[in-house]
């Protein structure tokens, strides 16, 4: 038994405003799949983020539909679940629209039941959990979902003893090594598996779990700077670094093997200096290891006033496309606006995507994701008492507190 494991393709991502860069995205599954038919698979999986946006526009339903067909055409199913960029606040998604034309098998929680050669579904109190099946082999899984969801929704996700588990989450124990980012559950909640199909982390990393591997393949492409290809530092002396490769995982009995896809060059590039002069001919030194269809990101410091388009000029001389900020040493202020990562922490971000979707559940959520975050201690009595008179809901001539349960859910659907 053979598949391939692809997460985080993020087709339509016109990265720096780019349209050129949709295309590479793109053209990065289209060769990933072309590798992965070669290899003689038995099926594929994607864990998520097919898509940059929930609702992609034309050009990118096409691009996934041309790569799709590629192995509908040779008879190879391909099961996936909705990522955080994928879902929908609605019922369907885009990849509803592809299962309808044969092109995916769309894993997870369901109002109805769907049946199919590669799929079936299990009831589950009110709705339907829909599996993947090939031969003997259960392929359980479910879109993005919020720490708080999870809890819930987990000892549902449960298959045989060959099961293939995917998921769209971060495992604590992964990111906790080397990754400042959030994580939304431990392997102690995961149920048991053969194998871990995750996304959502862009860089690819494996671990054993007992018996098990927990893979995360990483994006298809270069997501931004802190994925480049090279890392170029020129402080006292220049540094260059390679940084991780791109690519997916074959599978092959439940045991991963990364396959590198080549993709465009993208630097990172930091430069420091007190004396401009000194910053323009470090920075000339770090460009010797640009190629020219790759893409630059620097970051220039110093401790005099820079003409920061002197060295964009520079580097489009030797690149396809770069982005220039400069930073005076001793002063905070940066002359480029920074994007949101920089920002927002990632405990921060993720508070901000969960309050997105604006219903009572995304609240809860939030809230849940805030005590733990700051590890708020369990209230008094009287805290308690205080706290449910402020969340009655009352008249504003009405002030005085009535007692009100807790809403009890009767229905996982009620829940979800």
Known sequence: MKFAHFADLHLGYEQYNQSWRAEDFASAFKRSAEVAIAQGIDFAIISGDLFHRSVPNPKTLND??????????????????????????????AYHLLEGLGLLNVLGLRRERIEGDFVTSERVENLYIVKGVFKDIEIIGDRHRTKWQLDKILPYLKGGEDAILVLHQTVKEVVDVDLNIAWDLTIEQLPPARYYAMGHVHLPRHRKVGDAFLAYPGSIERYDAREASHFIRYR???????GEKKGFYLVEDFTPMFVNIETRELYNISIEDEKREEVERKFLSALKFVNDSGIIVAKLYCGETLDQK?????????AKYAEISFRRIGIEEISQAKPEREFFS???????????????????????????????????KADKVEKAV???KTTKDEKKFEG?????????????
Do not use: C, Q
């Open 64 to 93: 996934a539909i041309e790569v799709l067909k590629l192995f509908k055409g040779r008879d190879i199913p391909v099961f996936a679940v909705e990522g955080n960029h994928d879902k929908s606040i609605r019922e369907m998604s």
């Open 236 to 242: 006292e002396n220049l540094e260059v670094k390679e």
């Open 310 to 318: 002197k060295f964009y000029d520079l580097a489009l001389k030797k």
């Open 346 to 380: 990632d405990f921060e971000l993720k508070l901000l995507e969960i309050l997105k979707e604006d219903d009572e559940l995304s609240i809860k959520s939030a809230v849940e994701l805030i005590k733990e975050h700051y590890a708020i201690a369990p209230v008094s």
């Open 390 to 392: 402020v969340e009655e």
């Open 404 to 416: 009100k349960k807790e809403k009890k859910f009767k229905t996982l659907l009620d829940f979800v």
